[in-house]
């Protein structure tokens, strides 16, 4: 067994203010700030064994042993950790998620928060809460998200240094739960990183960008405030903006399916009719369904009522990224 290794767990995160375009696509300094909860129950868990006498880095994703771009990201990352660290060491990386990955859930949050603390603490640097989301940052914007606990807002920052994750409010703060409505495998559409080059190329992401900071400050209040009125109607807005950039970059961005707009148009009714529920999507066709946990049964009758739902998870607000064992 190596003697530089360590395991870490995080949790994916849905944004409720999205993060769509960077000014610096190296650093993965977002052009917006971004607000998100962490998702209790689904987590990325990875183990990272650095050893002197490794040639090569490795990575295996569910016991499947990575090549190609996926090998490539992990390795460009652990160089990151090597720098800090004044150490060339290789490593065998391997990760596992607890949700299906074929549900087509962005993963790139959990899996670079989870790989940024078991990596910088099996090679033996001691880093803060906000070293980490840096760290996080530069394998995947979203993961600097997934290292604080609970209710998340990302600070954009100028610089590498200043660009990093705080925690709003802790998970016990608000019993929302995220109700995902998984819709379709998500494998061929375009990735997030190639869509962030993208956004820049859509007349509206100017306007988008222009109006980000109202929406953060109404979203963050509302969290604050626990009103859920207040967060279903700027987590709905900044959702479609967000997919109104999408569909008019060059190339266009589709990423909705039919089912997907049907239940944007029912959410908005069952909203009105006195059900407080609201609907956010990623970059893919499933639905995320924000509601109070005392919703969530009733959330998921009305979705077995439209057709093309595979499944429903759920999901309440969890921690921050952690070590698991010291191995
Ligand atoms: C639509 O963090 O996945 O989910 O930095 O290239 O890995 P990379 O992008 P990523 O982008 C997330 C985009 C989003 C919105 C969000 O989570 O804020």
Redesign the pocket.
Known sequence: MPAYTATALAHP???F????G?RDDVL?LPQNG?I?MNLAGLHTHTRVSFDPGYEVDTFSLNNQAQVGAGLERVSQFLDIVRTMAGKNWRAQVESANNFPTSAGI?S??AA?AALAVAASHAIGLDLTERQLSTLA?R?????C?SIPSGFVEWLPGDHDSDSYAITLAPPAHWSLVDCIAILKETYKMT???E??RLAGSSPLQQARIASSGARLDRCRQAVLTRDFDALASVVELDSNL?HAVMMTSTPPLFYWEPASIEIMKAVPEWRRSGLPVCYTL??GPNVHLLCPETSVAEVRSRLEGIHGILQVLTAAAGGGAHITTED
Request: charged fraction near 15%.
């Open positions: 995160n849905i944004a203010i999205k993060y769509w960077n993965r971004s998100s962005a790139s949050a670079f940052r394998g995947s914007g979203s993961a998200r990735g997030s990183s869509g962030h967000m990623d970059a």
